[in-house]
């Protein structure tokens, strides 16, 4: 099973490889992209029975258009419900059926069938959605386990971190190999004000899963409001390529360092991404200019610990 879904995802980054450049150049005229998937691509303990499986995209999506493609012989699950979407026009939904302990995998789009498309028509990229359940014996443990991660994760949209954090700490004494449980236990703490005790966790999560992009982003944004720029630079960097969230903390790191070419390039990413406020768009005249004024700095510079 490993090997299974390690190749379908190194599959999946060798067709992104092929794609081209995209010749468009404002966010309107760009393809959409898959920005989150639920379960998340390359989980390996997916609660078997039945689930919906969710993919959110960047832009809106045309209605009554998708194409959920097999990436293998007998890749998808069984389908017990007609894919839509929901009311923010983006997230399309698919009930289904799962086997314990088995891989499956989707193509979102690919060669031959492109119909996931936004409002305007353009097809969206290819996507490689790959995941694993756990075994028979595993499942209770697993929906229980999965149940106060998603609660956790519920109360901290809410903004009640301490009662999140509570929640995360069950997901992980119920599964201490839970990297995700500990990535929101961190942002719960840091979000709370507790700093310090946040980096344990992500750190945690960190060694389970070296590539987990919202746990290096975690440690990158606590060494940033800590002033440590070297260490919020090297997490930060790591966390960039899957976590659009890290830009943001690389575009002012290198502005406060003095490395304008830099913050302009983050910056600019942000922009093309369509995520840009006016800090944003004041960050790239700043870095265009190669001067930082103080009245920015105040806005974008960390409190003195």
Known sequence: MKNKIVTALVAGALWQSTIGKIAAQDIDSMPPVVVKTVPQAGSKNVAP???????????????????????WKDSTPEIIGKPHYEADKKTC?????????KTYGYWLNSQKFVNFKDAQGHSA?????????SAAGERDHAINNGNAEQEGWQLWQARKFDEAAAKFREAIESSPTN??????????????GKADEAIEPFEKAVSLQPDHPAALNGLGQIYLSKRNY??????????????PAAWYGLARLYLLKGKFED????AQNIIDAGQADETVKKML??????????????VIEPPAQ
């Open 263 to 266: 913050a302009e390039r983050w």
């Open 230 to 243: 070297d260490d919020a630079e090297k997490f930060l960097l790591k966390a960039a390529p899957k976590a």
């Open 179 to 192: 990297a995700n449980a500990r990535n929101g236990l961190g942002w719960a703490l840091f979000n709370s």
């Open 49 to 71: 029975g039945e689930m919906e499986i969710k993919v959110t995209f960047s832009k809106e999506m045309r209605n009554g258009s998708w194409s959920w493609s097999t990436a």
């Open 125 to 133: 990229v290819p996507y490689l959605l790959a995941f694993a359940t």
């Open 285 to 298: 005249e700043a870095a265009q200019k190669k001067k930082l004024s103080e009245g920015l700095r105040l």
């Open 93 to 101: 939904v698919v009930k289904v059926k799962l086997e314990p302990d």
